[in-house]
């Protein structure tokens, strides 16, 4: 099918992130453009995680393409870290701190006392659901329309790190509400909250109906916040089972609810050839200043 990147003209490219994404992407803005007009495609989005550091280095080497009579459309974005309700995250965030002394506190009487912590490790295994939600960042992908989507996207970016910072910036459905004109907004990766309604679904073992329900739940939201026009549903093509899981239920919520799709190549290095480096980036970055033994091949995946 044509790729769409809205607003809704048909031509090719897709969205990536650089090294300006911590441990996540690699290579410089300008590699990705250039990998993308040469295999025939004329546009690209640059969506780097909760930032826009790269978006100055992309824009520089579009023009200079520009200049050069080169057919190319750069789209400036992000992928943010989103949560529902700034409010109630850090509500959650305050009753978790002061859940983390009390249990800190009980450990030590107990110790104190010669008693023996026992672990529930059912609720440990439950990753479904539970009292640690706060912790949870969804990724969602938002792009300039014009200058005024701009200037909203740089504003998010900043209220990000300024109302929504613990070890990452986060917007909800406020922020885009208020400063949500110019923008496109898509449902983004398996990182998204789409993509974690349908899984947790899915684990729960909940039918299909209910899960369209809290996906219509979802959608009502966003569509109040940017408008109908400017919101989509996002499906990608990957080896990936849950892949295929999400873009089933995807699909059919388009069907049921009118909601445009558009369909992304999401790109995290610029060739592939470089998914090797690219693993060897992210696992050297978590390995900090003592990066021994260096991973073997065979803890790499593609």
Known sequence: MSLLIPP?????????????SVFDGLGYPSD??????????????LTDHGNGSGLAHAHKHA????????????IYGCEFYFVPSLTQWKDDYEQAKIDRALAKQKALKEEEEGGHVIENEEETKNYTVGKDEWKRRYHLVVTAQNAEGLGNLFTLIKRAYTDGFYRY???????????????NVSTACLGGIYSNRIMRGNALHYDDELIQQ???ELSDRFVDAVGEDNFYLEIQFNRLKQQHLV????????????????????SHYYSPDKWEARELYKKLGWMGNDPSPLPEFEDLKC
């Open 63 to 74: 023009s200079k393409l520009q200049k050069q009579g080169v057919k190319f459309r750069q």
């Open 8 to 20: 809704p003209k048909k031509f090719v490219g897709f969205h990536g992130h650089t090294g300006f």
């Open 247 to 266: 873009n089933h239920h995807l699909l059919r919520h388009a069907d049921q609810t009118g909601l445009q799709l558009i369909a992304t190549p999401d």
């Open 32 to 45: 990705h453009i250039d990998f993308v007009l040469e295999n025939g495609m004329d546009a690209w989005a």
């Open 214 to 216: 809290q996906l219509t």
């Open 169 to 183: 910036p986060r917007i909800d459905f406020n922020l885009l509400k208020q400063y949500g004109r110019g923008l």
